[in-house]
């Protein structure tokens, strides 16, 4: 009985673990090592994919970014007096500014028509003010914004509505 649990102990010192693992049904190690490699590359795989879509959407972002730039450049250009400056018309009268770009719809010198231009803004969900110059003209300004990107595509909306006249400009507050 001694020589066999002897000889039993040999073969297991021997052999080693991968002999015990595959007589339990367990992986040996060379199997182990081959499925932490496959885990590795499919890890592997899943962040390259993830790279490729965040280099794929930046882009989109820049080519995008471009695109609205061109259509700036090229809306500027083309309207005649497309930004005017307060000092263009006179200077502000009693009117503070607070923001740097408004979108003025309609300059009247008579304060009810600007009141009524002011309250037809108001209906079609576009808040806004009166500015008064002093050259005695009372501006309805809507989408007070400080920056140009923001506020040139709105006011290609405002230009397209039937409610606002399309010579639709841009008061710069410099």
């Known amino acids: 009985m001694k020589r066999t649990l002897i000889l039993v102990i040999a073969v297991l ?12 049904g367990r992986p040996t190690s060379a199997q ?11 890890e592997e795989a899943a962040h390259q994919a993830r790279l490729d879509s965040m280099r794929q959407v930046q882009k989109q972002m820049a080519d995008s970014l471009a695109a609205l730039e061109a259509f700036l450049l090229d809306s500027l250009s083309q309207a005649k007096n497309a930004i005017r400056t307060p000092s263009n018309l006179g200077g502000l009268g009693s009117s503070e500014l607070t923001a740097k770009y408004y979108i003025v719809v309609g300059a009247f010198r008579d304060i009810n028509n600007a009141m009524r231009m002011q309250k037809t803004s108001v209906d079609a969900g576009y808040p806004a ?9 009372n501006a309805v300004a809507i989408c007070p914004s400080n920056s140009l990107t923001e506020i040139i595509p ?14 639709a400009w841009l008061l710069e507050n410099k």
């Open 32 to 42: 182990v090592e081959k499925i932490r490699i496959e885990r590795m590359q499919a």
């Open 13 to 24: 010192a021997i052999s080693g673990c991968d002999f015990v693992r595959t007589i339990a």
């Open 154 to 167: 709105i006011l290609k909306t405002v230009r397209s509505k039937d409610v606002f006249t399309k010579d």
């Open 129 to 137: 003010q009166i500015i008064s110059f002093r050259n005695g003209l």
